[in-house]
């Protein structure tokens, strides 16, 4: 007998939605993708799959995930660096399309990371690994 089909969450959409949902970031904007007329000097939070892998053994996603945060200025840009920080910790325990994080440990940190893209830009990185068990499909 075959084992059924995973069903991988959208990870990316998984954390932009909480992100969204959170106070601690209210104003900001927070999506995986830049929006129109970005120039880096909007406070935003950009989130990003920088790799990870599924554990088969273990029936276990284990995502990567970066979150560009940016600002109008380095202090401002931390500030909300650590906001998005705190922010994604709380979403251990949730449930999104019937996927469940289990768990969530900061990979690195908020670091300095000037963009030289847009010159203007007050940037910092962090990477966390979040523990997904995905949604079993419905027989």
């Known amino acids: 007998m075959s084992d059924p089909p995973i069903v991988f969450p959208d990870v990316e959409r998984l954390v932009v939605d909480h992100l ?45 995930i970066d979150l560009e945060v940016y600002g109008p200025d380095k202090p401002t840009a931390h500030t909300v660096a650590t906001a998005a920080r705190t922010a994604l910790l709380t979403v ?21 990371l000037p963009d030289y893209n847009r010159q203007a830009a007050s940037r910092y990185l962090s990477t966390t690994r979040l523990s997904i068990r995905p949604a079993l499909p419905s027989p």
Do not use: C
Request: net charge negative; aromatic share 6%; charged share 25%.
């Open 92 to 112: 251990r325990g949730t449930t999104y399309g019937g996927a469940r994080v289990t768990d969530v440990v900061e990979a690195d940190g908020p670091r300095w």
């Open 20 to 64: 969204k949902s959170r106070p601690e970031l209210a104003g900001v904007i927070v999506d995986n993708r830049t929006p129109p007329g970005f120039d880096g000097t909007q406070k935003a939070v950009l989130v990003s799959r920088a790799g990870g892998a599924w554990v088969d053994d273990q029936h276990l996603d284990q995502p990567l």
